[in-house]
């Protein structure tokens, strides 16, 4: 069970690629070029490297939940969507599909969204940021046989810092990684539950594959859009 639920979302290929960009960002961080934009997020370049780490590592791991019946799993296969490359984990036993939480792509963010709500005291103008992102994203998710639910993989991206903008300049980098991680999760995720059964995928991934490379890149790319446009540091409410 442990191989079928902890596995890598994206083939070794496509996963270098993210690790090529955290690393790239390790050095821009490290020569100061990206700290006003993580300033902007209201927290500091340490903490934001350990955010984006944690969830690159976090990827990997999967809690079930439960387990769904469903069609005969498909197994140890890749599946192309929008350019991108997933991989199906080889199946072992077929005990139906097993219902998990990403830690990389659900946990991490969501724990890091309710902070930033908490801090700005934002929850008005992220809980219309998520509602928006959530719309846009669940008209384009796309049931994919094997591997649960996918994206087109930058628009989490776009349509998160063009949301984030209009809804407030001063708060629109922590509103673009709230409403683009929730609103991804819910959209592409959560709202399709009713379709995991009959896709045959060993593992329906909340916050994996299929969503977790818009989701991370969210973090990355959505930031530094709205952060590039807010004219300030946003004041914490406490």
Known sequence: MDSQVHYLPLTPGFFSILVILFLGLIILIQLRILRYAYMRLGIGPGAALFLLFGSLIGSYFNIPITVLPGKQAMSGQIVDFYGMRYVVPYV???PGTVLAVNVGGAVI????STYLVLRYQLWLKAAIATAVI???IHSMATPVPGVGIAVPVFVPVVT???T????SR???APLAYIGGSMGTLIGADLLNLDKINDLGAPVASIGGAGTFDGIFLTGILAVLLAGIASPSRPRPAW
């Open 92 to 94: 072992t036993s077929w």
């Open 109 to 112: 963010p969501t724990i890091m």
């Open 134 to 136: 959530a719309f846009v």
């Open 160 to 162: 998160t810092a063009i």
């Open 164 to 167: 984030a903008l209009i809804l």
């Open 170 to 172: 001063e708060y629109a």
